[in-house]
């Protein structure tokens, strides 16, 4: 028993951290964080500098969604 505590106690204890951020790369994490701008969000906040363009912005928020599509999946 102790052996299974010690293997799975550390991926438990993460998961309120994993959850968290998981509700953050959803798309109504984007929606929340559009209205608020953070440039600290690790995956949202390269789209909050004003200079970018149009198409930069598109070719960052693709990015950036795919990104947070790939960290969801883990």
Avoid: C
């Amino acid at each position: 028993m102790h052996e299974i505590s010690e293997a799975y106690d550390v991926i438990i204890a993460a998961l309120p951290v994993l959850q968290g951020e998981a509700e953050n790369l959803s798309a109504d994490g984007f929606k929340a964080w559009k209205k608020n701008l953070d440039v600290a969000h690790p995956i949202w906040g390269r789209l909050a500098d004003p200079k970018l363009d149009t198409g930069s912005l598109k070719t960052l928020t693709k990015e950036a969604k795919d990104d947070a599509k790939a960290r969801l999946k883990i």
